[in-house]
């Protein structure tokens, strides 16, 4: 996916989502806040696995969707579970945990540490991959060369 | 406590000084540059980096005031303390960009970055230089004053005493090493905490009998009474939010998760790493410590919690205290790791920021006014001097001003992002970002900073921080957006493009 036009305007959300963040807590709006700090944190990410303007399908598809999931159901079942019991103690519980807090252990620890860290793992190529650096040293090489020449 | 534990704990806890002491003298002899002395640049591999890095990022508050905060208000910090996966995110965002600025020019501190970023422009890194010192200042006075507390509180020793004994060993090694011992002594310590994490998680199990007896009894128990002291458990305590308003439990995702990439500990350790393509297995390595440390902070605050709720333990006067309380519950073996994985919280954060704040004393805000050193060794003298004198006066700081460290504490993490959001991460990640930008994101990001510190109100529950963190932004992006482009050098624009 190329993003070469895109950037400056992935930016500009960016900033955006900042200020809309910032006044939804204002307004103890957190479920929103929530969600639009997945996207927040997604676009960073975007932007930063780019190589050459280009972003890979195959970094997006997996970790990154996935993780924006994970972590975006993670905060619906939270808020969800925290109402259904709230003053009450629930009468199941997950792994030993009160229902909503589970969501934050399975799917916001656990689940962003299987998706994030170890698709980063799997898909190292797609975000650096060795001929990218070795290219990226010799242009560098190049230019000092030719700077050095220039003298 | 009898005489004995406390002779085995001080013991145990000075047989780690000594080593880091050790590496720390070690590591001297593996510093021959300036680019060594002030960023460890490319000298070290992932497993060494990741111990650091989250050594560095886990400070004393991780261990000491994450359980008190767990026990006084429910789960809600638990977001910040299950954050793992933000190194992950960081090394994507800004992993490669970073590392590679150190190979088209001299990277020895983060000062050189904005310098090849934003073509030498004094104002930015005299700005950025002086809100980061400002975070790191906050954060060495809270490490000196929770270590030299620690062994106060167990041995009834002076502050100043013990302060002396254990952060001057801290300066002589960490002035003496530079970054190379500071990241060495930093990854032994994250061992440290590692291993007592993992001791103290079996023994939770061992105690509690599992998460559900927890979630019983603190459901449960009503409010319990001793003497004076009183704590009330509720249902609501155990769920995902804890008992405060919900939008600091939202800040406390955001924060920590995005504002990992923002954290000077994590931003100079990406240069440490010798090789760019190790950076997946940084993360891996630097989480997987993380989530042991963040599962030991979790597991301290439901043990007090449980050991209250059936009446083992009184009420805690100082929530604070919650990690101390169950370690001493639970005997000799747990006290003498919880005391030493406190211990090198408050070191290894303590060294890191030493030698931050000594690098922007000694090289980034001298060369932000246009003073040149004229050789490599008069800089890393300049450098030793430094890192002394600012150690030994945060250790008085620290120990004779009590209010203004606590106004202090509220700086740190939040701080820092403010002050590294607009030069790096919105720096290196467009292009279009500009001197004019950069310059009125920071210049906002320190004045409301001060203003917070002397008692600005802001709108709602949210942390003070958020607020800040969003208009530097803010101010960076849309001004830049409306003024002329920098010019940026090819090598520049090479790193831009990777």
């Given at each position: 996916?190329?993003?070469?036009?895109?950037?400056?305007?992935?930016?500009?959300?960016?900033?955006?989502?900042?200020?809309?963040?910032?006044?939804?807590g204002w307004y103890e709006m957190y479920m929103p806040g929530l969600y639009l700090g997945?996207?927040?944190?997604?676009?960073?990410?975007?932007?930063?696995?780019?190589?050459?303007?280009?972003?890979?399908?195959?970094?997006?598809?997996?970790?990154?969707?996935?993780?924006?999931?994970?972590?975006?159901?993670?905060?619906?079942?939270?808020?969800?579970?925290?109402?259904?019991?709230?003053?009450?103690?629930?009468?199941?519980?997950?792994?030993?945990?009160?229902?909503?807090?589970?969501?934050?252990?399975?799917?916001?620890?656990?689940?962003?540490?299987?998706?994030?860290?170890?698709?980063?793992?799997?898909?190292?190529?797609?975000?650096?991959?060795?001929?990218?650096?070795?290219?990226?040293?010799?242009?560098?090489?190049?230019?000092?060369?030719?700077?050095?020449?220039?003298? | 406590?009898?005489?004995?534990?406390?002779?085995?704990?001080?013991?145990?806890?000075?047989?780690?000084?000594?080593?880091?002491?050790?590496?720390?003298?070690?590591?001297?002899?593996?510093?021959?540059?300036?680019?060594?002395?002030?960023?460890?640049?490319?000298?070290?591999?992932?497993?060494?980096?990741?111990?650091?890095?989250?050594?560095?990022?886990?400070?004393?508050?991780?261990?000491?005031?994450?359980?008190?905060?767990?026990?006084?208000?429910?789960?809600?910090?638990?977001?910040?303390?299950?954050?793992?996966?933000?190194?992950?995110?960081?090394?994507?965002?800004?992993?490669?960009?970073?590392?590679?600025?150190?190979?088209?020019?001299?990277?020895?501190?983060?000062?050189?970055?904005?310098?090849?970023?934003?073509?030498?422009?004094?104002?930015?890194?005299?700005?950025?230089?002086?809100?980061?010192?400002?975070?790191?200042?906050?954060?060495?006075?809270?490490?000196?004053?929770?270590?030299?507390?620690?062994?106060?509180?167990?041995?009834?020793?002076?502050?100043?005493?013990?302060?002396?004994?254990?952060?001057?060993?801290?300066?002589?090694?960490?002035?003496?090493?530079?970054?190379?011992?500071?990241?060495?002594?930093?990854?032994?310590?994250?061992?440290?905490?590692?291993?007592?994490?993992?001791?103290?998680?079996?023994?939770?199990?061992?105690?509690?009998?599992?998460?559900?007896?927890?979630?019983?009894?603190?459901?449960?128990?009503?409010?319990?009474?001793?003497?004076?002291?009183?704590?009330?458990?509720?249902?609501?305590?155990?769920?995902?939010?804890?008992?405060?308003?919900?939008?600091?439990?939202?800040?406390?995702?955001?924060?920590?998760?995005?504002?990992?990439?923002?954290?000077?500990?994590?931003?100079?350790?990406?240069?440490?790493?010798?090789?760019?393509?190790?950076?997946?297995?940084?993360?891996?390595?630097?989480?997987?410590?993380?989530?042991?440390?963040?599962?030991?902070?979790?597991?301290?605050?439901?043990?007090?919690?449980?050991?209250?709720?059936?009446?083992?333990?009184?009420?805690?006067?100082?929530?604070?205290?919650?990690?101390?309380?169950?370690?001493?519950?639970?005997?000799?073996?747990?006290?003498?790791?919880?005391?030493?994985?406190?211990?090198?919280?408050?070191?290894?954060?303590?060294?890191?920021?030493?030698?931050?704040?000594?690098?922007?004393?000694?090289?980034?805000?001298?060369?932000?006014?246009?003073?040149?050193?004229?050789?490599?060794?008069?800089?890393?003298?300049?450098?030793?001097?430094?890192?002394?004198?600012?150690?030994?006066?945060?250790?008085?700081?620290?120990?004779?001003?009590?209010?203004?460290?606590?106004?202090?504490?509220?700086?740190?993490?939040?701080?820092?992002?403010?002050?590294?959001?607009?030069?790096?991460?919105?720096?290196?990640?467009?292009?279009?970002?500009?001197?004019?930008?950069?310059?009125?994101?920071?210049?906002?990001?320190?004045?409301?900073?001060?203003?917070?510190?002397?008692?600005?109100?802001?709108?709602?529950?949210?942390?003070?921080?958020?607020?800040?963190?969003?208009?530097?932004?803010?101010?960076?992006?849309?001004?830049?957006?409306?003024?002329?482009?920098?010019?940026?050098?090819?090598?520049?624009?090479?790193?831009?493009?990777?």
């Amino acid at each position: 996916m190329d993003i070469q036009g895109k950037r400056t305007g992935i930016i500009v959300t960016i900033a955006l989502l900042w200020g809309a963040i910032s006044v939804l807590g204002w307004y103890e709006m957190y479920m929103p806040g929530l969600y639009l700090g997945v996207l927040l944190m997604f676009l960073h990410m975007v932007l930063g696995v780019s190589v050459n303007h280009k972003v890979s399908r195959k970094f997006l598809i997996f970790p990154l969707i996935p993780w924006a999931v994970v972590w975006a159901v993670s905060f619906y079942l939270s808020n969800m579970h925290a109402n259904i019991f709230t003053g009450v103690m629930p009468n199941f519980t997950i792994l030993g945990f009160h229902p909503s807090f589970s969501w934050t252990i399975i799917l916001y620890w656990i689940g962003g540490m299987l998706t994030l860290t170890w698709g980063f793992m799997i898909y190292k190529d797609e975000w650096l991959s060795s001929s990218d650096w070795d290219e990226f040293k010799r242009k560098v090489e190049l230019i000092d060369q030719g700077q050095e020449g220039g003298m | 406590m009898t005489t004995a534990v406390k002779v085995m704990i001080i013991g145990f806890s000075f047989a780690m000084l000594l080593v880091s002491l050790l590496i720390g003298l070690w590591a001297k002899r593996k510093v021959k540059t300036a680019k060594e002395y002030f960023g460890g640049t490319g000298l070290f591999g992932p497993v060494a980096v990741g111990l650091s890095s989250t050594a560095a990022v886990a400070s004393a508050f991780a261990l000491v005031g994450v359980p008190g905060l767990l026990y006084s208000t429910g789960n809600a910090m638990n977001f910040w303390m299950l954050s793992s996966a933000a190194f992950a995110m960081a090394y994507i965002i800004l992993g490669k960009k970073i590392r590679a600025m150190s190979e088209i020019g001299e990277v020895a501190s983060l000062g050189d970055i904005s310098d090849l970023r934003f073509n030498n422009n004094r104002l930015i890194k005299g700005l950025m230089s002086v809100i980061i010192f400002l975070g790191c200042i906050a954060y060495l006075a809270a490490q000196i004053k929770a270590g030299s507390e620690l062994f106060n509180n167990l041995l009834g020793w002076s502050p100043i005493v013990t302060g002396f004994i254990i952060f001057g060993v801290l300066t002589v090694y960490t002035a003496i090493s530079g970054e190379v011992g500071g990241l060495l002594t930093q990854a032994f310590q994250g061992l440290v905490m590692v291993v007592a994490g993992i001791i103290i998680i079996v023994s939770f199990f061992v105690i509690t009998g599992g998460f559900g007896n927890v979630l019983e009894v603190v459901s449960k128990a009503g409010t319990i009474t001793a003497g004076d002291v009183s704590k009330s458990f509720g249902p609501d305590f155990m769920n995902a939010w804890g008992i405060l308003p919900k939008s600091v439990a939202m800040a406390w995702v955001i924060i920590p998760i995005l504002g990992t990439v923002g954290q000077p500990q994590v931003l100079t350790r990406m240069y440490a790493l010798k090789d760019p393509k190790d950076m997946p297995k940084l993360g891996l390595y630097a989480g997987l410590a993380h989530m042991v440390v963040g599962f030991f902070a979790l597991v301290v605050a439901y043990g007090a919690l449980y050991l209250v709720g059936i009446g083992e333990i009184d009420p805690l006067v100082v929530a604070d205290n919650a990690i101390f309380a169950y370690a001493d519950y639970l005997g000799l073996y747990a006290q003498l790791f919880v005391y030493a994985a406190v211990l090198a919280a408050a070191m290894s954060s303590a060294s890191m920021f030493l030698t931050l704040s000594g690098n922007i004393i000694a090289r980034d805000l001298p060369s932000a006014f246009g003073k040149e050193f004229k050789s490599e060794e008069k800089q890393m003298k300049v450098a030793q001097i430094t890192i002394f004198g600012i150690g030994i006066l945060s250790i008085l700081f620290s120990l004779t001003s009590a209010e203004m460290v606590a106004i202090l504490g509220t700086f740190g993490w939040g701080t820092l992002m403010s002050g590294t959001f607009p030069v790096f991460i919105i720096g290196l990640l467009w292009k279009g970002a500009n001197s004019k930008g950069v310059t009125a994101g920071l210049l906002l990001s320190l004045v409301l900073n001060i203003a917070s510190l002397m008692g600005m109100a802001w709108p709602g529950a949210l942390p003070w921080y958020v607020n800040v963190i969003a208009i530097s932004i803010f101010a960076t992006v849309f001004i830049s957006l409306f003024t002329k482009e920098d010019h940026m050098n090819e090598k520049l624009d090479l790193v831009m493009d990777l």
